[in-house]
């Protein structure tokens, strides 16, 4: 029989104590800035999977992998250890809800996970959409606790009032709602994007302040090369359309 949701974790997990971790949130939104941030600590920390979150609120539909193996869409959990350093437990994976309904359910359940493996700091992630391409783009903050704002401040995290103005979409924003209940620390970083295209440019500016937070220094080099690539690609791409505006003016 199908369950609402079903998280399986690996032998050992929950039960298995943890030093005092905190959960970073990565799943899929704008830009897929929190997605690449979360993806790319995973793989340079070389993090173990520790568990699987499958849900009838993703997506009626199947993955399909590279060698066209179909499997069902699901989220992860990923754990990093380091000795004498703080674990840290990273939620990331193929989708969010399709539904207003399933949003809050599945931001819940993500909170129970956070409880079950004792976490009481957790960094949610994603893309702040401005509708325009950005160079050097902010980071955004937002916190459920007053006093959570200050060492963000110093790490260069931008707050104001009137951003994002539709207020926080998706597990990003619900999870700092809703842990805050269970006396959970949340904070919210945003990487400022156009929203159009996968953007590792916001997602290298959300690294560097996150590393900064959580004293955990990650290699940015392949990112920022990503980071690189996309500018010069945008770069083309505005150059083209410059030249198409002079043909048309020429034609005129």
Not at 122 to 151: C, D, M, Q, S, W
Not at 185 to 199: F, K, P, R, W
């Amino acid at each position: 029989m199908i369950e609402d949701i079903a998280v399986r974790y690996a032998d050992g997990y929950p039960e298995k104590p943890l030093f005092n971790p905190i959960l970073i949130e990565g799943l899929p939104g704008i830009g897929q800035v929190g997605k690449l941030v979360a993806e790319y600590m995973i793989h340079i920390l070389s993090a173990e999977k520790i568990g699987e979150i499958h849900s009838i609120y993703f997506p009626p539909q199947v993955v399909l992998e590279e060698d066209g193996l179909a499997r069902l869409a699901r989220n992860e959990i990923f754990l990093y250890r380091e000795e004498g350093k703080r674990d840290v437990v990273f939620l990331v994976g193929d989708h969010q809800s399709t539904s207003g309904e399933g949003h809050y359910i599945l931001a819940d359940c993500y909170c129970d996970i956070a409880e079950e493996l004792g976490v009481k700091q957790i960094y949610t992630l994603g893309g702040f959409g401005v509708g325009h391409l950005v160079n050097g783009p902010r980071v955004l903050g937002a916190v459920n606790k007053k006093e959570l704002r200050p060492p963000l401040e110093a790490a260069g995290v931008t707050f104001d009032r009137d951003e994002p103005g539709g207020g926080i979409v998706g597990a990003a924003g619900l999870i700092l709602g809703l842990s805050a209940g269970r006396g959970i620390d949340a904070v919210c970083l945003m990487g400022e994007t156009s929203g159009y295209l996968v953007d590792p440019m916001a997602a290298a500016s959300v690294l560097s302040v996150l590393s900064k937070l959580i004293d955990l220094p990650v290699d940015p080099t392949k990112l920022n090369d990503r980071a690189a690539e996309m500018e010069k690609a945008i770069e083309s791409m505005v150059e083209g359309e410059k030249g198409k505006d002079e043909e048309l003016s020429y034609i005129g």
